[in-house]
């Protein structure tokens, strides 16, 4: 048997040891944060309700736009009791430069794929047998933009990270539109 005095390892998470981030930084994502909430939650509000409050489609939205709000709420509550102990870092301290430019990246690549969607839509119905199938703009954009977003993330062969992309954007496709009956983004 072996003894395990302090040689144990234990799991901190990911950022263990990274600390806060400065009040200022938790300010600016705090109020940023509220005013994404607000917003969301007027717009929930202004969706129709066919029947009753539990039908409406805004209620879900509601709700964690609500939850997220109280969550900035907890930030913003945290970021000024450390100014108020005489924290007082550098708004960019402990940034990393090469992880803020991957983060910016994402963000690039999804407003891309989201832009993508909205403009290059198209619908073609195939059949296969009794298989009926509509092939939109959501495969080939998800499995580009999917393919992307991997290959920023991690440098492993493209042949799996186009594997990936192509195999679970036809799944998801397959799923939701033949057993939810969902129509996809990106047809008209």
Known sequence: MSDSTQSDVKFEGEEAGTGYASPALDMIASIA??????VVMIGSLALPVPADLLTAPGLLPFIVAASLLLMALGLG?????RWRQGVRLPILWGRDLGTDLRSIGLAVAIAVY????????????????DFR??????????????AAIMRMS????????????VFWTFL????????????LPGSF
């Open 114 to 129: 989201i832009a993508a969607l909205q403009f290059l839509a198209f619908r073609t119905v195939f059949t296969i047998g």
């Open 33 to 38: 944060l509220i005013l994404l909430s607000v």
């Open 154 to 165: 991690w440098n492993g062969p493209l042949w799996i990270i186009c594997t990936v992309s």
């Open 172 to 183: 998801l496709s397959l799923v939701f539109q033949h057993l939810f009956n969902i129509p």
């Open 77 to 81: 509550a945290s970021a000024i009791g």
């Open 133 to 146: 199938h509509a092939l939109t703009a959501f495969e080939p954009v998800t499995i580009l933009a999917l």
